[in-house]
T-cell receptor, first 121, second 112 residues
Framework: GAGVSQSPRYKVAKRGQDVALRCDPI?????LFWYQQALGQGPEFLTY????????KSGLPSDRFFAERPEGSVSTLKIQRTQQEDSAVYLC???????????????????FGEGSRLTVL | QQQVKQSPQSLIVQKGGISIINCAYE??????FPWYQQFPGKGPALLIA?????SEKKEGRFTISFNKSAKQFSLHIMDSQPGDSATYFC???????????FGAGTRLTVKP
């Protein structure tokens, strides 16, 4: 596909259940990000990958959150023992390259998927 | 921790009017300032972006004004249309890394 694809689009989990959210970035995009968007709020950074390397996981709210991108393409965000406060839309974004002085135009533009809406009952 | 503060939370404008959304930041390391547009059920999409070496950038009906000394920037939508009704997010990051921080969003409604 042409864009960032996320699945499932909607997930309802019982409190205490584990969930896994998948992100297929745009082919060839080096950078991949996960954001959490609470209702009526802006996206909050969770974690960042450059290829398969997780360079920043400072936004993960607890050790129940885990993300991986083993082959530098598809990424999975896993939430263990879900809690009600985990209910949110989880957005994945990818970008063509690591943005820096040599990057031009919109090279650093983030392309977002439509998100996975998680509801924890 | 909201590193980028956005206002207003919601905005109603008549068709043909000017929509203005404001953002302020604290971190002087920020030097890339994009605006994203989000429709219900969709992910945010880049609308327009600016770096602080210019004070204004215009693309069609959308203009970013940037005030480096005040650490503020704003989005102006000229001749607002009902199709512009969406949530708008300002964001900021240091140019040499990907640590993008978003504002809380402004829900814009353009009445026909």
């Amino acid at each position: 596909g042409a864009g960032v694809s996320q699945s499932p689009r909607y997930k309802v989990a019982k409190r205490g259940q584990d969930v896994a959210l998948r992100c297929d970035p745009i082919s060839g995009h080096v950078s991949l990000f996960w954001y959490q968007q609470a209702l009526g709020q802006g996206p909050e950074f969770l974690t960042y990958f450059q290829n398969e390397a997780q360079l920043d996981k400072s936004g993960l709210p607890s050790d129940r959150f885990f993300a991986e991108r083993p082959e530098g393409s598809v990424s999975t965000l896993k939430i263990q023992r879900t809690q009600q406060e985990d209910s949110a839309v989880y957005l994945c974004a990818s970008s063509l390259s690591y943005r820096g002085p040599l990057a031009g135009g919109r090279t650093g533009e983030l392309f977002f998927g439509e998100g996975s809406r998680l509801t924890v009952l | 921790q909201q590193q980028v503060k956005q206002s207003p939370q919601s905005l109603i404008v008549q068709k043909g009017g000017i929509s203005i959304i404001n953002c302020a930041y604290e971190n002087t390391a920020f030097d890339y300032f994009p605006w994203y547009q989000q429709f219900p059920g969709k992910g945010p999409a880049l609308l327009i972006a600016i770096r602080p070496d210019v004070s204004e950038k215009k693309e069609g009906r959308f203009t970013i004004s940037f005030n480096k000394s005040a650490k503020q920037f704003s989005l102006h939508i000229m001749d607002s249309q009902p199709g512009d009704s969406a949530t708008y997010f300002c964001a900021a990051s240091p140019y040499n890394n990907n640590d993008m921080r978003f504002g809380a969003g402004t829900r814009l409604t353009v009445k026909p």
